[in-house]
């Protein structure tokens, strides 16, 4: 059942007030964050006036909308007016934005509450929220393991019930992979579908932000309360919103899913393997057609991934220079002294790799040889989603070759971290909508995730498919026991 | 190992670029990373990308423009209060030349 709609038929029934529900979470979050760590940031007292004004309104016998009252978690790379916004990064440790993204500025207007902002990897780099200057966040199914990454916190945060839904946000899975090892429902829009003003921007080409919810109908509903065009983001697209809630239909008849051949071979985890395959059993029996098809170059997409977002990355955060906010190093007799121990104190070795990879990809002499190689590759991964759309209204792999690995398991190694994303990156690269949802859990009781990949624009489409699976499966009723 | 691709001097070249003050002590370490890194990406050879158009954004959208209107910035003063190191309207810097 949708968390969502069920928080709001208590409101309006007044079975329960704003406050209530919101102390409820809050509460929920002092329990389990000494554990969990999902947060940076809480806002409790802001949430709980947030509150106050919907019980006002509601005793007013005001009508208010589904997200009204709802108290969502937002990912610490969203800026927030008056709210510390950090990208788990010690260069922004202190900084209070000045102005409110896109995305929470329409929530605040559907009257959601904001109960805190979530752990990252640093500036949303990484796969286990272990790259946090701030310490990295349990998975709530099992402490040792990683939540995944980077928008592990939300993802923690609505496994373990600590908010009703949260924002993060992907440039190479950052969404579905914490979704797959969490539990929960993740997706990332089609480029553009949703604004990326206030985002914290990482890989501008590649950056989504979207919905991390325990139901797809609790997703759909996040996912229409963002969306839409908007005139501070150029990238952003024109196009009318549908009531994405319409789409969610239990059956599959004349679906064409396909199965990415690439994608199923060596190097998955056996219970991942036999997951997917019995996913696929479901939704035959629900009416699709499964169809075999192939993306050859879908492999490359993780070293072009490893070239063109370092390099976006490499021009993106020159601006954390100490001048205008942020961390400013102390002792610097010069301006260039003072730029190279900003930004040597001020990142994380993860950061600083990337942006050393990216300056030298687009430096004098190898720009050719690597971004503009990556560029064509990128193309051709296009090409192949292209030729598959052809067969298929719909694509399925596994969101992630594994289950959620043990907190350290990959640190030592950053390539090795780098493999985890090797399902989720070329969707990005395509500027593709996808989504994880689960569809199973291992040995180990930890969850499993299944990837649906649409088409451009295809929310509507992945979202039928996801809740047909979803109300003939047990997996989202399961709740970790922490 | 395979011959290296990046070289600490190329390292300590990228670092200087990229405004990052590296101890010596790192190089050795961050070197061996990167030229992990940059020898994975280099499978990208294997493929032939001749007369293969570049993809510069995921979803074309071109030309986007909008009316050309000011908008003073509502308040100028959260904008100044960020600064590390302010003196009156202005972001005070260390010594520039």
């Not at chain 1, 704003?18 to 102390?23: D, N």
């Not at chain 2, 070289?7 to 590296?22: F, Q, S």
């Not at chain 2, 954004?57 to 209060?81: G, K, M, Q």
Request: with cysteine; glycine share 8%.
């Amino acid at each position: 059942m949708s968390v969502i709609q069920e928080l709001h038929r208590q409101l309006v029934r007044k079975e329960r007030s704003a406050t209530e529900i919101t102390q409820a979470y809050l509460d929920r979050i002092a329990a389990v964050e000494p554990t969990l760590h999902s947060f940076l940031t809480v806002t409790g007292d802001r949430a709980l006036a947030q509150a106050a004004e919907v019980d006002q309104r509601l005793a007013a016998g005001e009508e208010i909308g589904l997200l009204t009252g709802i108290p969502l978690a937002i990912k610490d790379n969203l800026c927030t007016y008056g709210v510390r916004t950090t990208c788990a990064s010690k260069m922004l440790e202190h900084f209070v934005p000045p102005y409110e993204s896109t995305v929470t500025q329409k929530l605040q207007a559907a009257g959601a509450i904001m109960v805190g902002k979530t752990n990252l990897d640093e500036f949303a780099m990484g796969s286990s929220t272990e790259n946090s200057a701030f310490g990295f966040t349990a998975n709530p199914w099992n402490p040792e393991r990683v939540s995944g990454g980077s928008s592990g916190g939300s993802a923690a945060a609505v496994a373990a019930g600590e908010c009703a839904a949260a924002l993060g946000s992907d440039t190479g899975g950052s969404i579905r992979q914490p979704a797959a090892f969490c539990g929960v429902v993740g997706l990332k829009p089609t480029y553009g579908l949703v604004s990326r003003y206030g985002l914290v921007a990482y890989a501008s080409s590649l950056d989504q932000v979207g919905p991390l919810a325990p139901t797809v109908t609790d997703a759909a509903i996040l996912l229409g309360a963002i969306a839409g065009h908007d005139p501070k983001d150029a990238t952003s697209l024109s196009v009318s919103i549908p009531d994405y809630t319409q789409a969610l239909k239990p059956d599959l008849k004349g679906m064409r899913i396909g199965v990415i051949q690439e994608t199923v071979g060596e190097g998955l985890q056996p219970e991942v393997k036999s997951a997917l395959e019995a996913a696929l059993k479901t939704l035959e029996a629900l009416g699709a057609t499964i169809v075999e098809l192939s993306c050859p170059r879908f492999a490359y997409g993780l070293p072009t991934y490893y070239i063109i977002a370092p390099s976006e990355a490499s021009a993106n955060l020159a601006r954390y220079d100490g001048v205008n906010f942020g961390f400013r190093a102390e002792g610097a007799s010069d301006l260039l002294e003072m730029y190279m121990k900003t930004r040597a104190q001020g990142f994380g070795a993860e950061v600083k790799r990337r942006i050393m990879i990216g300056t030298y990809a687009l430096s004098a002499g190898y720009y050719d040889a690597y971004y503009l190689r990556a560029q064509k590759v990128r193309t051709l991964i296009k090409e192949d989603f292209a030729q598959a759309f052809a067969q298929a209204d719909v694509l399925v792999c596994p969101t992630a070759p594994t289950t959620a690995f043990k907190a350290g398991e990959k640190t030592a190694d950053p390539l090795s971290m780098y493999l985890s994303d090797l399902m989720t990156i070329p969707v990005n690269l395509a500027g593709l909508p996808g989504l994880s949802l689960p569809c199973g859990f291992d040995r180990e009781g930890l969850p499993i995730g299944l990837q649906l990949i649409g088409n451009v624009l295809g929310e509507e489409t992945l979202f039928h498919v996801a809740y047909a699976y979803e109300q003939a499966t047990p997996w989202h009723q399961q709740q970790p026991q922490l | 190992m395979a011959t290296k691709v990046i070289t600490a001097e190329d390292v300590r070249k990228v670092a200087h670029l990229a405004r990052l003050a590296v101890d010596e002590s790192e190089i050795e370490a961050l070197t061996q990373q990167l030229d992990s890194i940059l020898d994975y990406v280099n499978q990208l050879s294997e493929l032939d990308v001749t007369d293969i158009p570049p993809t510069t954004r995921a979803i074309e959208v071109s030309n986007v423009t909008r009316p050309d209107v000011l908008e003073p910035w509502p308040n100028r003063e959260d904008l100044l209060a960020i600064a590390p190191d302010r003196e009156d309207d202005f972001f005070r810097v260390p010594k520039i030349m």
